[in-house]
């Protein structure tokens, strides 16, 4: 998935390296699903939203296809058990207080608290930021697709209607016949969109079976299936002989 949406924008390993600061070796390990020199499920997760966020995926929905493939999200951590230690502590008992050990324990807890606080609005704002991403519309020549689901109209001699819809969230790739870009990007689940173009219309899907496809009207069926990453053409329907 991450290789097809590579491809699709244009952009070899090495420019995606420079643009995350990520080294090429661990970019094509992690093309091939190999996730070993990542230093660990935390860092993986890190480096695939970097990663997803360069070649044009939605970062959210890859590491949550991520963790659905490799054992599911980590479990929180409750504050309780990250404080747990602190409570425990028998200090020994002095005659005066130890004022230099809780002047100790309070910056400790500060400084807690404040790095929670820190990669809370970092959080925050890299979901807004998605968010923006997402609602925001991609400058796209005339064929413009069209995310609701209006009532198809009557196609023209020699055009062709590409209806798509999301059962998961899929990454798709949508060119006309000239190899122009009708859309590219992250089909959100319970999406569908619909792109008209003349002549023929060539799609890349990175899950299979991740979505519905009807051209002209028609269901087309054994596209794929899930997971599987498939390229298609699609012409104009036939005119039958009177």
């Known amino acids: 998935m991450l290789t097809a949406a590579r491809q ?35 860092y993986a997760r890190g480096h ?14 890859t590491v949550h296809l991520f963790d659905q493939q490799h054992g599911g999200a980590p479990e929180p951590v409750a504050a309780s058990a990250v404080f747990q230690a602190d409570r425990k502590i028998n ?19 500060v400084m807690v608290f404040g790095l929670m606080r820190v990669l809370g609005d970092a959080s925050d704002q890299m979901r807004t930021a998605d968010v923006r991403a997402a609602s925001a519309k991609p400058s796209v020549p005339p064929n413009t697709p069209i995310t609701e689901t209006p009532r198809v109209r009557a196609a023209k001699k020699g055009m062709v ?22 859309f590219a990007g992250t089909l959100k689940a319970g999406k569908t969109s619909t792109w008209r173009s003349e ?12 979505v519905s496809v ?29």
Not at 48 to 61: K, M, T
Not at 91 to 109: D, Q, S, Y
Not at 161 to 174: D, G
Not at 223 to 239: A, C, H, I, N, Y
Request: net charge positive; aromatic share 4%.
């Open 161 to 182: 209607t590409l209806r798509i819809k999301a059962i998961r969230s899929s990454y798709v790739n949508v060119r006309d016949a000239e190899g122009r870009k009708l």
């Open 91 to 109: 200090l020994p008992e002095r005659r005066g207080p130890n004022w230099t050990a809780a002047l100790g324990v309070a910056l400790a807890i």
């Open 199 to 210: 002549g023929k219309v060539n799609v890349l899907i990175a899950d299979a079976g991740a």
């Open 214 to 242: 009807q051209v002209n009207g028609k269901k087309v069926t054994g596209l794929g299936d899930t997971g599987e990453t498939v390229r298609r053409s699609f012409g104009p329907p036939k005119t039958q002989a009177r």
């Open 8 to 42: 699709s924008a244009g952009l070899t390993v090495a420019q995606v390296s420079a643009a995350t600061n990520i080294r090429e070796t661990i970019i094509h390990r992690m093309e091939q699903d190999d996730y070993g020199q990542c230093g660990g499920d935390f």
């Open 48 to 61: 695939i939203r970097a990663v997803a966020q360069a070649v044009g995926l939605d970062p959210e929905s």
